[in-house]
């Protein structure tokens, strides 16, 4: 389903374009909600973070527009799950960089999200195949080093020292892209 329709469909309070929304979507709200909750609460707790995500959206659907729902949605779980880990008295771990990225609704902050994005991506494509494929499967899929390990037939300690070293990696390129 497009999601001009998901939209629509949303507005008119239809409960099949929110489905279509969670369909198209979970797996990244997830990933964006784990990314910050990073196991320090139990899967009901992110998985309750990930429905009220979409429950904002549900009651917020005049706010969407489409080609913004994706920013609009990780910007709207990362609140989310920053507001969850305060709730309980957690603090986002300090050794992890987390980009506030401008919300939806600010042209000049989408543009320099996009550029963003684009230096990332192409970070990460410079790492070999599979520290590639472990970095995306951790960071993107939102697997664990023991998931990653076994479905790679790697030692989890190589996983870990892969995922180390493309962090390294990809701070050095992004390090010289912001000085270029």
Excluded at 68 to 89: E, F, H, I, T
């Amino acid at each position: 389903m497009r999601e001009d329709t998901i939209l629509r469909k949303l507005r008119g309070r239809d409960p099949a374009g929110l489905e279509a929304l969670m369909d198209r979507y979970l797996p990244y709200v997830s990933t964006v909600v784990w990314s910050i909750l990073r196991g320090s609460m139990s899967p009901e707790d992110g998985e309750e973070v990930a429905s009220d995500v979409f429950l904002a959206a549900w009651e917020q659907s005049a706010d969407l527009r489409p080609g913004q729902v994706k920013a609009w949605l990780g910007a709207v779980a990362r609140n989310k799950a920053k507001n969850k880990l305060r709730q309980r008295g957690q603090t986002l771990p300090l050794e992890e960089d987390v980009i506030d990225l401008p919300g939806p609704g600010d042209p000049a902050g989408e543009l320099e999200q996009t550029e963003e994005r684009r230096l990332v991506r192409r970070a990460v494509d410079s790492l070999p195949g599979q520290d590639r494929e472990i970095f995306l499967r951790h960071y993107y899929y939102a697997q664990s080093v023991k998931e990653i390990s076994a479905a790679m037939d790697l030692n989890e300690s190589t996983v870990k020292t892969k995922l180390r070293r493309g962090r390294l990696k990809l701070k050095e390129l992004l390090t010289k892209e912001e000085l270029a």
